[in-house]
């Protein structure tokens, strides 16, 4: 039934396209970001390929003659002018040409493999043009959000966009081959059939449009395109790291009275097939993994680890080689959720949550980032402290400058910016640290036997630097509770490493640092880690303490410890300076009687003796003037010169001498006598007035006078 009532008509409200639009460009940058989004567009396109090129031809200007260009609408003419082109190996499907037809309502929301979030991104190439169009496929797009041409009047064709396929009765060639043309640059298309792939072509504005813009009211000129594009060429191996297609970038620029375009960069992943496999592996379990069964075990994840090899060549021919190692997972997505669930009160389901995250640096030894940076699959404007780049499935805010953080913990439980700060305070809490120690497992000894890239310095832990303060401590979490291989320990033949886990291993402080004789001594007995960064050694007692680990880092007790489990392997090899080494270090907490059984006690006849209470009669310390008259009758003498601050304690400290006695007169009379017995009489008994002395023999003089001396300081002389 129709009601007809007097006075009422339509008032709908339907915002201007240009004005979404230029508010969408008050929130998102300018300059690189462009050329990033066209690239993450592409990318969620399966796009291997990605191209970019600066046309600075003018169609206009090089008109044939009198002749009007022959464009798919007349007035289409001032933007033929000076453009950016990019292209890729990929074609659009009929839900990417829906999702140019909203603004921020893209079909890549509900898309698990896709980078984009909110679907706007895009839209920024409207900072530098009024009017782009593409083609791919047979199709051909012209978009006009000004609504000047395809408005229903100048042109049949409404709404600002017009689209259909050029390839259809080679009407394109035939009636707007001019349009076409625009697009054949860098390659010869036969408009008479399917292009296998897309290219946008971005007019650039001028100054004269940017007058009547309701866009933007800043022209765009070639240079500003080409200064972009010369930062893209800076950053596109990073633009690379955690793309899940794209294997390569060229950038081109074609002059104004040149035929061609002129290569002036190309980056390239030289393993590509290599990297495509793990890439797909991983892409063809997302999607059962992101939706799993509400019975799916909690324990699963998806990981995958690559070492693309990029090779970087300049406009003059020139070429570069760099070697990277990516780790990735996907953590469990019923685990995340439930966390959330307990963590939070509003709707996650308008949320795309998934825990995925990756770590990435070189892997060729000695090779760092100058600086590192936070990813959410592209870049972000944020720098890390730590060695490595850093990617997750981040919340990112509309600029892709920042992430949501609730610094202020001014946000409602329920509030979408409560949940997106959460989830990301999530991921750097439980998912990083995971894909941090996988990739530390994975990397392996590619880099040598090096620390370099622990996360050693986790920032001031405010700001921003308070989401990932942590990551240090949930590092070794996870190394230590999973028994990864990550230290770096020597084999047997002193030159190469080996990877060992926390509990197979014994790991050296800063102490020992001071004695390197010891620590070989002690890795060649077993597996030692040692060089290990200050803060991974402050950091592991309270980890394995939350662990219920025992404690692996040495102390003077455990080295003793080793020492009598492994003494004979060392005993008769270990160089006297080494057992010095040992000795010192043992001897550092004062549990003096734990020196039982180590044959770490020098004597003067050289040899090196257990430490040994039941052999203690046979052992004396004496002072160094009996020492010097005894040196020829040395026999069970503790050698008192071998180091004098440890002599000192042997004197000093009280609980040595439970390893040898007291010294009395009638021992030293009988060394005495002895030694006269074998050096001056020969071994004989019979008792000789006078016997020349050889000039070499005993007893010599200065002997003689260390006697004397000997006799003065005795206790009993006056």
Known sequence: MTIHLSGFKSHGIREPLTNRIAGILD??????QIARELLQNSDDARSTVQWYLLDHHSYIDNANGDSDLRLFHEDLKEYMGPALLAGSDSLFEERDFKSMKNLAASEKRNDETKIGQMGIGFNSIYH???????????????????????????????????????????????????????????????????????????????????????????????????????????????????????????????????????????????????????????????????????TASRDIILEYSVRPIFKLTQDDGTSTVEHWHISTIVGNVLASRGYMEEETEGNLDAHKLIPWVGIAAPSEPGVMIASSGLFCFLPISIQLPFPVHINGHFAVKQSRREIWTN?????????????????????????????????????????????????????????????????????????????????????????????????????????????????????????????????V????????????????????????????????????????????????????????????????????????VEFSISQARARYLVKQEIFTVLSHSNRGLVDIEFDKPVVRRFYTNQAFHVFWSEVDDSVISARIKDTYDRNFYNGSSKTKSYIPQPVDGFPTNKWIHDFWIMVRLRPDQK
């Open 27 to 32: 929130e998102y940058p300018d300059g690189t």
């Open 128 to 294: 530098m043009t009024d009017c782009p169009s593409f083609i791919s496929g047979d199709q051909l797009m012209v978009i006009e959000p000004h609504e000047r041409i395809f408005n229903g009047v100048r042109s049949e064709f409404m709404e600002g966009a017009v689209r259909g396929s050029f390839a259809e009765g080679n009407q394109g060639l035939n009636i707007f081959p001019d349009q076409l043309k625009a697009f054949s640059i860098l390659e010869d298309i036969d408009f008479s059939r399917v292009y296998p792939g897309t290219i946008f072509r971005f007019p650039l504005r001028t100054a004269n449009q940017a007058e009547t813009s309701k866009l933007s009211k800043n022209a765009y000129p070639a240079e500003k395109v080409l200064e972009m594009l010369l930062k893209l060429k800076n950053e596109a191996l990073k633009a690379m790291l955690f793309l899940k297609h794209i294997e390569k970038i060229a950038i081109y620029e074609r002059k104004s009275l040149e035929e061609g375009p002129k290569k002036i960069f190309e980056i390239e992943i030289v393993n590509a097939k290599d990297v495509r496999k793990e890439r797909q592996e991983l892409l063809t379990k997302l999607r059962g993994h992101v939706y799993p069964e509400s």
């Open 407 to 535: 610094q202020d913990n001014d946000f409602a439980k329920h509030a979408s910016a409560y949940i997106k700060s959460v989830w990301n305070v999530h991921l750097f809490h439980t998912h990083v640290p995971l894909v941090y120690a996988k990739f530390l497992a994975d990397l392996g000894l590619a880099r040598g036997a090096n620390y370099d890239l622990w996360p050693t310095s986790c920032g001031l832990g405010i700001g921003l630097d308070a989401i990932w303060k942590d990551l240090l401590t949930n590092l070794v979490h996870v190394i230590c509770r999973d028994n990864l291989k990550v230290f770096f320990c020597k084999s047997d033949d002193d030159e190469d490493h080996h990877l060992a886990d926390y509990k197979s291993l014994w790991i050296a402080d800063r102490d020992i640092d001071s004695y390197p004789l010891l620590a070989e001594t002690l890795q060649r007995l077993t597996n030692v880690a040692v060089g290990l960064p200050d803060a």
């Open 537 to 608: 050694i402050r950091t592991i007692p309270n980890v394995i303490g939350s662990l219920g680990l025992e404690s692996r880092i040495l102390t003077p007790a455990l080295v003793r410890k080793l020492l009598r489990k492994h003494k004979s392997q060392w005993s008769s090899t270990a160089s006297p300076e080494a057992r010095v080494e040992m000795l010192k270090y043992s001897i550092e907490d004062d549990d003096i009687k734990d020196l039982e059984g180590l044959p770490l006690l020098p004597l003067a006849s050289g040899l090196w």
